[in-house]
């Protein structure tokens, strides 16, 4: 069972969000309370966070920065007013995982909620016994969400880690930069490809020793990139 919290002050829409949250069989805690809700997040695991952003106490973008800052992976679906300046770029530069604004129908929400775990799912899955994967002097631990170079830990963002870790998964396999964007962000950044080349360029400087011929992610030139699977475990 997955469990999910919603940060939302309006009653009526928290409720209408847990009843259809139930129904996708997800366990939901609530919290109308900025504050509240962002010590929740920090102290409980959950498997999808809602998050409105005007909220008493404290607002959606400053508890989306604050869980962020704590490495805390969890996925964050936004939930804006028309009113408020969110928009996709702000989105990605806090680390939410999608938004969307209200009015929204429930269907459309489901799609979304649906969508996100589709997501942590494709990424995620790897053999059982495969939480720790080595290629050369790299080493991922998935559990950990860790990556070790040459037995020194690599800082990577939430994104850095998921591109790493859905390529690393798949040796050998092309990836286009759509199809990156599509897994690791989601089809509503459609058109934001170009966040994918400079996610993978700030990867490469952080674990590739010579950016000119990247030993573990190749550029497949016209179409996108390739995880070395001719490395040495
Ligand atoms: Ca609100």
Known sequence: MRKVLVIEDEKEISDLLEIHLTDLNCQVT???????????????????????????????????????????????LMLTAK????????????????????????REFIARVKAIFRRVDAVQKTDIDNTIINVGDLKIDVQKRRVILNGERVELTQKEF????LMATHPGRTYTREQLLNTVWGYQYNGYEHTVNSHINRLRTKIEDDLSNPK????????????NDSLEN
Not at 85 to 106: C, H, M, N, Q, R
């Open 162 to 165: 998921d591109l790493l870790l």
């Open 83 to 106: 009113s408020e300046e969110f928009d996709k770029v702000l989105g990605l530069e806090i680390g939410a995982d999608d938004y969307l604004t209200k009015p929204f129908s429930i």
């Open 216 to 227: 573990f992610i190749r550029t497949s030139w016209g179409v996108g990139y390739w995880f």
């Open 30 to 76: 609530k919290a109308n309370d900025g504050k509240v809700g962002l010590d929740l997040a920090i102290n409980e695991q959950f498997d999808l966070i809602v998050l409105d952003i005007m909220l008493p106490n404290l607002d959606g973008i400053e508890i989306c920065k604050e869980v962020r800052k704590r490495e805390i992976y969890v996925p964050i």
